[in-house]
C-alpha cells in the first residue's frame, strides 16, 4: 500500500472567499479601533456598572454613555474615565475588550 502524501490533499475552501476578501479582512483587523468599557466601582468593590463604552483610535477615543445621554470624543480612554469619577465613593475603571483578530463578512 503506498504511503499517504499530507502535501496531495485538497486545500480547505477559505473562509473569506476570495483574495482580496482576506485582504480587507486583514485591513480590518489592522486598523480596527480598541473598544472599551468604562467602569463605575462603588465604595471599595462593594458594587459596579458599565456607565460607557467607548472606541480607542491612535489619536483620540470617543465615549458614549449607556444610557446615551453623553458623548465624548477626546485624546485618551483614560481622559474619558475621568469624567465618569465621583470622588469620593465613585471611581471609574478602563476595562478592555479583546476582539483581535475577529473580522468577518457574516453579520
Known amino acids: 500500500m503506498p504511503a499517504q502524501n499530507d502535501h496531495a490533499r485538497t486545500p480547505e475552501p477559505s473562509p473569506f ?15 480596527a479601533p480598541r473598544p472599551f468599557a468604562v467602569v463605575q466601582q462603588y ?3 462593594e458594587d459596579a456598572r ?5 472606541m480607542a483610535f491612535d489619536d483620540h477615543a470617543e465615549v458614549t454613555s449607556v444610557e446615551g445621554a453623553l458623548r465624548i470624543n477626546t485624546t485618551s480612554p483614560e481622559r ?13 475603571r478602563l476595562v478592555w475588550l479583546v476582539l483581535a483578530g475577529t473580522a468577518t463578512f457574516a453579520p
Open 17 to 31: 472567499g476570495s483574495p482580496f476578501d482576506k485582504e480587507v479582512c486583514e485591513l480590518v483587523n489592522d486598523t
Open 43 to 45: 465604595g471599595h468593590e
Open 80 to 92: 474619558a474615565a475621568r469624567r465618569f469619577d465621583r470622588k469620593p465613593h465613585v471611581s471609574a
Open 50 to 54: 458599565v456607565a460607557a463604552w467607548g
